[in-house]
């Protein structure tokens, strides 16, 4: 990862990084296997837009949250 941060997937000369977009990949990629289910809706639905949605809006607002608090208390632990 550029960002020395996990998770990482790797395949063969392909990596990519940042959880959400390795969930979205792994989910398209592994559509409709027998036995399976989807793990994202197929792309281009509106199931998949309101999936997009929420995988930014977690992205972006939730883990932001808790990188900060953690952040901040390992920055200002004699505070805390």
């Not at 309101?50 to 004699?78: F, N, P, T």
Request: aromatic letters at 10%; one cysteine or more; glycine letters at 12%.
């Amino acid at each position: 990862n550029p960002f020395g941060k996990v998770p990482v997937l790797v395949e063969g000369n392909f990596t990519m990084s940042e959880s959400a977009a390795i969930n979205t990949y792994l989910g398209d990629k592994f559509r409709n296997r027998v036995g399976g289910s989807d793990l994202v809706p197929p792309a281009g639905t509106t199931s998949r837009g309101r999936y997009e949605q929420l995988v930014h809006c977690m992205m972006a607002e939730l883990d932001s949250q808790g990188l900060w608090i953690h952040r901040k208390h390992a920055a200002l632990g004699q505070f805390f």
